[in-house]
């Protein structure tokens, strides 16, 4: 199983921007489908934006336009692109990395845009 380590969460104000990291474990990261989830208080985990291996990437409605996923092989990792933050984007940010029915998760990093 991988090893996820998110990174790059933190405060920023209405507006502001942030670049999240995910690094993973292993040789094999160049096959994984790579994802970002996040989960705010009392709401279900939602899916933020995810790349296949070839790197097509896919958004959620919310965030099309202000975030951008992309992926360094080289680095075995993955990267959240996110300007123009809106409080509502405030969660806990998850790294997931999928490939042939497995599934694995990192630790999270939390995202707060408030001013």
């Known amino acids: 199983q991988v090893q996820l380590v998110e990174s790059g969460g933190g405060l920023v104000q209405p507006g502001g921007s942030l670049r999240l990291s995910c690094a993973a474990s292993?040789?094999?990261?160049?096959?994984?489908?790579m994802a970002w989830y996040r989960q705010a208080p009392g709401k279900q985990r939602e899916l933020v934006a995810v790349?296949?291996?070839?790197?097509?990437?896919n958004y959620a409605d919310s965030v099309k336009g202000r975030f951008t996923i992309s992926r360094d092989n080289a680095k075995n990792t993955v990267y959240l692109q996110m300007n123009s933050l809106k409080p509502e984007d405030t969660a806990v940010y998850y790294c997931?990395?999928?490939?042939?029915?497995?599934?694995?998760w990192g630790q999270g990093t939390q995202v707060t845009v408030s001013s």
């Open positions: 292993g040789s094999m990261f160049r096959i994984y489908t």
């Open positions: 790349i296949l291996r070839l790197g097509i990437t």
């Open positions: 997931n990395a999928a490939v042939s029915g497995s599934s694995s």
